[in-house]
């Protein structure tokens, strides 16, 4: 456990607080990257619901580990996408036409966000 004097993370009612927080979370923190810098392919995933079966009984059930494979799953393919921007962006040709800074200091910051955002959303999760 990360926390181990704070009993509460590991609820039962935490675990329901992070099942029902992730979607506001995911949302909250896409709103801060432009739609055009950072496309998601599938914005219904970044909600995480409706992605897996049993997820209706699962997710508010009181062990953390079917949130910590959602949130997971859902940054993998941010990842992915940013890895791919920074593919085109870093590429001799770059992804803007010129030597790609520009849009590599787009990706960095996206990728920060990214990081928040995982973080963000797995600290109720951290059992």
């Not at 329901?16 to 995911?26: C, D, F, I, R, Y």
């Not at 949302?27 to 998601?40: G, M, Q, R, S, Y």
């Not at 619901?49 to 393919?77: D, F, M, S």
């Not at 593919?87 to 770059?94: A, F, Q, R, T």
């Amino acid at each position: 456990m990360f926390f181990p004097n704070a009993t509460f993370l590991y609820s039962a009612e935490a675990n329901a607080a992070g099942a029902a927080l992730l979607p506001v979370v995911n949302t909250l923190l896409n709103t801060l990257l432009p739609e055009e810098d950072f496309p998601h392919l599938n914005p219904a995933l970044q909600l995480g619901r409706g992605v897996y079966p049993g997820e209706e009984w699962c997710n508010p059930a009181p062990l953390p580990h079917a949130k910590w494979h959602l949130q997971t799953g859902i940054a993998l393919v941010d990842f992915a996408r940013l890895a791919d921007m920074l593919h085109v962006y870093l590429s001799p040709e770059g992804g803007d036409g010129g030597d790609g800074a520009a849009a590599a200091a787009t990706a960095a910051n996206t990728s920060l966000l990214l990081a928040v955002a995982a973080t963000a959303a797995l600290l109720p999760s951290l059992a």
